[in-house]
């Protein structure tokens, strides 16, 4: 990557870089640095730029350049926090479909890339961050596969000549000849890969987000506790008080979650357990308590606060058994009270809007409490946050214009200009929309159907596998 600095622009120390770019000012110069060139050993010139991509991350862009060797090379870093979550995106590329490899993907640091039917893997330390396509990112793992062929032909040349054949089979992939899958895993949630189709479904596309390990914490640089490990049972350790518990609750989850809870219960006593914190990894204390929401089920409600470095978070679980069929509730959404709605989203529930063709699969956006418009906003700033280039200057502008008119639709369902209908479809039957009336058989915009769920959806959800004999038998013989 080539950056153009001003003529005026002077040789800085490497102090006064990093106090400029430590700033909040979003329109901070091109900085320059003399530094050792690694080819030649004479002195170049590294370029830092620090920039926003919108809605995805603060990155620091560095260029180095010499002009003893021609030698250049170019780094992206992160600029912003470690995200709570890792992220690990999956694409399916099909042979003959060549366009699809120009997706753009930022790499950071700490992110992995692999193709399973080459039995291929790029470590983080391979490749640095870096700002690219699949394309170019598959392109230049060859370049680094062949520089070294010549001398290992010599050394190993049976080595060499599967380095060979390797690469050719690498190559095809890269152009477009073979069918393979990409994935991108980054325990640091920093990494992106773009949705050539947003706002609408890629097919080929898949996200996840997960927890990470106490090694992943271990390798980001967290503090961790020593005694503590990963397989580590949680045993409860004490309890408090109504009016203690619901202080706890209140400070431990944001105003609108802990005021929808306390429209259905007044926790007589609040569980206490030892955890750790998702943010910064030291030891925390985390609140539970059990509820019963009318016309729906008893759910566990658990909110962490850390006093080390006051990450707050808040999860909510269903209790009891694994309900026989799945459930599907929609709500015809007409004035401004069905707006005011209590809303329970799972993390198996898919959330689908018809009159918008809207589809969010089960996964995005986790597990919350909310109310329709809350869901409607948390929805425009996870789309905003996933798709990160949808406003930068690489798109064209016809998709820009596209997610941008789908983004104004998406809002204008907030000012009821015409009826939409909201649809939760949850395998687990775990998600809930509040009736507006006292009784839910009076709401005649709220419909709830069961449905037998299928065996794919069994199998995702690790039903087919799962054996509870022996736990029935040890509890009968209790009874």
């Not at 995805?56 to 030698?71: D, G, P, V």
């Not at 989203?345 to 329709?372: R, Y």
């Not at 996933?386 to 798109?395: A, E, M, R």
Request: with cysteine; hydrophobic share 35%; glycine share 6%.
């Amino acid at each position: 990557m080539q950056m153009e600095a001003k003529d005026a622009a002077a040789i800085l120390d490497v102090r006064s870089v990093v106090e400029a770019i430590s700033t909040d000012d979003d329109s901070a110069p091109v900085y320059q640095v003399e530094s050792l060139c690694m080819r030649c050993h004479e002195n170049g010139t590294t370029r830092f730029l620090l920039t926003l991509i919108p809605h995805f991350r603060k990155i620091l862009l560095s260029a180095f350049e010499c002009s003893h060797c021609n030698e250049r090379n170019n780094e992206v870093q992160f600029a912003g926090e470690i995200q709570p979550r890792g992220s690990r995106y999956r694409v399916e590329f099909a042979s003959g479909d060549q366009k699809m490899l120009n997706r753009q993907v930022v790499k950071s640091d700490t992110a992995t890339i692999k193709i399973p039917q080459l039995d291929f893997e790029i470590p983080p330390e391979a490749q640095r961050g870096s700002l690219s396509t699949v394309e170019g990112i598959l392109l230049r793992a060859c370049e680094e596969l062949q520089a070294l062929q010549d001398e290992r032909k010599k050394v190993d040349p049976q080595t060499a000549e599967a380095i060979d054949h390797f690469i050719l089979k690498l190559k095809a992939c890269a152009t477009g000849d073979s069918s393979f899958t990409f994935i991108l895993d980054d325990p640091a949630g920093n990494s992106f890969v773009e949705n050539p189709f947003a706002p609408s479904v890629d097919p080929s596309l898949s996200i996840e987000f997960y927890e990470r390990t106490h090694e992943q914490n271990a390798l980001l640089g967290y503090a961790l506790d020593p005694t503590q490990s990963s397989e580590a049972s949680v045993e409860p350790h004490g309890s408090v008080g109504a009016v203690a518990g619901r202080r706890a609750i209140a400070q431990g989850n944001s105003p609108e979650f802990a005021e929808a809870l306390f429209r259905y219960t007044a926790p007589e006593e609040v569980m206490t357990f030892p955890s750790t914190c998702g943010a910064c990894a030291v030891s925390c204390e985390t609140r539970m308590f059990l509820t019963k929401i009318p016309y729906f089920q008893e759910v566990i409600v658990m909110a962490s606060t850390c006093d080390a470095c006051g990450y707050r978070n808040s999860e909510l679980k269903p209790g009891g058994a694994i309900p026989d069929k799945g459930k599907k509730v929609s709500v015809s959404v007409k004035n401004i009270s069905d707006l005011s709605r209590d809303v329970i989203k799972s993390d198996t529930a898919s959330v689908i809007i018809p009159e918008i063709d809207l589809e969010l699969t089960s996964g995005t956006l986790g597990g919350i409490v909310t109310t329709v418009e809350g869901l409607i906003t948390k929805i425009s700033e996870a789309l905003e946050r996933v798709h990160g280039f949808t406003f930068g200057d690489s798109l064209e502008e016809g998709r820009k214009n596209k997610w941008q008119d789908f983004r104004a639709r998406l809002i204008k369902l907030l000012s009821l200009e015409e009826p939409w209908t909201l649809i939760m479809d949850d395998a687990l039957a775990n998600s809930f929309i509040a009736p507006s009336c006292d009784d839910i058989k009076d709401d005649h915009q709220l419909t709830i159907e069961e449905y037998e769920r299928s065996w794919e959806q069994n199998e995702e959800l690790g039903l087919n596998d799962m054996d509870t004999s022996a736990a029935d038998a040890a509890y009968n013989d209790n009874e």
